[in-house]
């Protein structure tokens, strides 16, 4: 797969076909994902793969009450998905998030079909950064695979019960960090949409002043690549 394709496309999916993925994709998800570059090599992350059905079972039922927590903040203005970014449409995010709460219950509703989950753990990840380059090379790889998902961290608000199910050595500095729910989408793969655009986000040599170029639309689409069906 073309890795501007890939990088498009990987957007979140979050209504997964039960069927469940094979060791070797797997294998092959994780492989790319420990080349990610970290600091100093360390490489003090820990993933753990999720296929019981008992313990998803678990799960999606502290995945439902984290997730009404999150929700809980966002309708009280707290919490991360509250303000959109300075200078952004609130109306604009207002809508994003009807549709990603949509897509969203799905997933929730549909939880325990879910094949796999990802859990990843890291000591001192940096507040993220030295753990999110993994994980998103985990996507891409997914993504190449024809293995969807969606990153979610709403389960550490049950941090300690989630040690407790997977046994985390947490006397080590082992912290949640993410946990990747995967599976074969429903839907078909499209350019992850809704961003503003570069010059908006953007400035040359001093905050606010143009960028240099408009970049009003995408600059690949799936039309370029024969067989990929458009943004659904
Ligand atoms: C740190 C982080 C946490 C996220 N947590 C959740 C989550 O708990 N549940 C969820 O459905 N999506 C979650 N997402 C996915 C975002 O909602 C998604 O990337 C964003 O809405 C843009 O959608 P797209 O990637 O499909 O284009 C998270 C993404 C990041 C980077």
Do not use: C
Not at 49 to 71: K, P, S, T
Not at 125 to 132: Q, V
Not at 156 to 174: A, H, I, S, T
Not at 203 to 217: I, K, L
């Amino acid at each position: 797969m073309d890795l501007y394709e890939a990088l498009y496309t990987t957007r979140m999916m979050r209504r997964l076909r039960p069927d469940p993925i094979p060791l070797e994709t797997q294998a092959r998800i994780l492989d790319a994902a420990v080349r990610a570059p970290n600091g100093g090599n360390t490489q003090r992350w820990h993933f753990v793969a999720v296929d019981d059905r008992g313990l998803i079972r678990e799960f999606a039922e502290l995945f439902r009450q984290a997730r009404a927590i999150e929700y809980e903040k966002y309708r009280t203005g707290a919490g991360p998905m509250a303000a959109p970014a300075p200078g952004a449409d609130p109306a604009a995010h207002a809508e994003t998030m009807r549709r990603m709460q949509g897509s969203g219950n799905y997933l929730a509703d549909h939880f325990e079909e879910i094949p796999l989950l990802l859990f990843v753990f890291a000591i001192d990840d940096l507040g993220g950064a030295n753990i999110y380059p993994a994980i998103w090379s985990a996507l891409l790889a997914a993504r190449a695979e024809g293995v969807g998902g969606v990153m979610t961290m709403v389960l550490r608000n049950f941090e300690d019960k989630v040690n407790e199910l997977l046994g985390v050595p947490v006397g080590q500095g082992w912290k949640m960090s993410a946990m990747l729910a995967l599976g074969y989408p429903r839907g078909r793969w499209g350019v992850a949409a809704n961003r503003r655009p570069v010059h908006e986000v953007s400035s040359r040599n001093h905050w606010g002043e143009p960028f240099g170029v408009e970049v009003p639309e995408p600059l690949w689409s799936p039309r370029e690549t024969a067989g990929l069906a458009a943004a659904g």
